[in-house]
C-alpha cells in the first residue's frame, strides 16, 4: 500500500511537468530530412519549388510537402536554379529560438502555415515512392514568399528592413539609368553622342517601370527616401546642367555632368543606376540587372551587384523579374548602403572646393592680413570647420588655391523659409563654400560667387559678384 501512495505522489509531481512541455511541430523532428528543389517566380511575391515529404500515407505525405515546403523559406532558404538566384532564408537561423520556439510550434501544428501555399500539385509516378515509415511524395508548391514575410515581421518575429536601421538617419536616393545603357540606346543629346539626355533615357517604357519599381521598394520596403528624376528634369533641365558646368570648368576636364548636377539639385547622398539587359537561353528569356551604388559627392562607385530573374518562356515582364532579383540581394544592398552613409555620418562628407580670383581682382591669396597671408587665413577656417582633419592641398598660387578630401559635417541646420522652422538637411559642397565665401567676403571686403558643381565640389570666385553673368 505505502508503495502504491509513493507512486501516486510521484506521479502527481511529475503531471504538471510532463503538462507544460511543449509538443514541437513535427517539421522541428528532423528538418534535414526533405529536399527542396526552385522552380520559378509564377507571380511577383511567390516562389514555386519542388519539395519531398514523407508519411505514412499519400494524402499525409502531400501535407507534410506543404510544410517543409514553408518551413525551407523561413529557416534554411530556398536555393537557386534554372538561372534563378538562392533565395536567403526569413528567420536568418537554421532553428527557432527559444523565446520564438512555441510561436512557430503552434505555426505549424495549428496549421496557419497552409495560409502561405497555394497550387500544390498531385504527385505521380518517380515522384510517389514507398519509403521505410510509408510514403514519400515529391510535389510542386507554390509558396507566398512575401506575404510569409510579411506575417513573420507584423508578428515581431524578424524584423523588417526600416526596423532593421532603427531611427539611423538614412540617405537621401536618386536613381537614374546607367550611362552606357543610355548611350547603348542612342539617350544622348542630337548634338554629342557622348553626353547622356535623360529626358529620352525616360521615355523608355521598360527603364521608366524598373525605376519607378525600385523607387517603390527603396521607399516602402526599405524607409529611404528617393528624390524623383523626372520631377528633377523638370525643374532642372539637361542643357542647363551642362551650361553651369561649363560655367564652372576648372581646366582640368569637363565638369561632373547632368547625372551629377541633378543629384546635387536634389540634395541626393547616392546615386543608383540601372543597366537591364535582356538575354535568351535555349528558347528561354531573362533579365540581368547590373546595379550600381555611386556617392554622389565624389562620384565613387560603392557597391556593384548584378542579380538575375528566373529564366521564362515567352515575354516575361521586366518589373516582375526585377522584384524577384532584388529579393535576393536586398539585405546586402541596404547593408551596404547604410554601413556608406553610417562612414560619412561619423567622419563626414567627402568634398572638393576650388578657390580662384577673378582677373580684374584687387587682391590674389598672397595678400597678407594681419600679417598671414590669405590662404593661411583659409586654411585656418578649414581646420576649425571640417569634421575630421586632414584635407589635401593643389598646387595652390596666389590665383588659385585647390583642395581635396576636405571631410564636412553630413547635415547642417537650415531654417525653412516658409514654415521658418530650423531642420537638420543634408550639407552641400555649396552650402560648405557659402559660408567659407561669407568669411572671405568678411576678411577682404570683396565679394564672392560660388557655383555648384555637385553636391561634393564646388567653386569661389573672389571678386565676383552673385549677380554677375559669366560670359
Sequence with gaps: MKKYFIFALAMLIAMPMMAGKPRHAAVFDDPQSYSCMFINVATAGTKNIKVSGIAKNKDAAIERAGMNAVHTAIFNGIPGGNNGQPTPSLYGSPAPAPEHQQYFDNFFNQGQYKMFLTQVSAPSGKDMSEVKGGVQVKVEIQVRFDELRKKLINDGIIKGLTDAIGSAQKPVIMIFPDEDWCKSHRYTMADDANTVDYNKALSDVNMKDLINEFTNFMVNVCGYECEDLAATLKDFRNEKAWGMADAVDDGEDKAGGARELLASAANADFCIEFYPELRQDAGKQYVIFRIKAVDASTNKAFYTMSAQGTSTYGSGQMVNQLKEAVLNIKDEFIGALQKKFGNMAKNGREIRLLIQRK?????????????????????????????????????????????KQVMIPLMKEKKNRVTKRTELRAQSAKDFANELADFITETTNLPCRVDSRSMGKAVITLGQDDSEMDE
Excluded at 361 to 389: H, M, R
Design 359 to 403: 582677373e580684374t581682382c584687387p587682391v590674389n591669396f598672397a595678400k597678407k592680413y594681419d600679417g598671414d597671408p590669405l590662404s593661411s587665413w583659409i586654411e585656418d577656417w578649414l581646420n576649425a570647420k571640417v569634421q575630421t582633419p586632414g584635407f589635401t592641398s593643389g598646387k595652390n598660387t596666389a590665383n588659385r588655391l585647390e583642395y
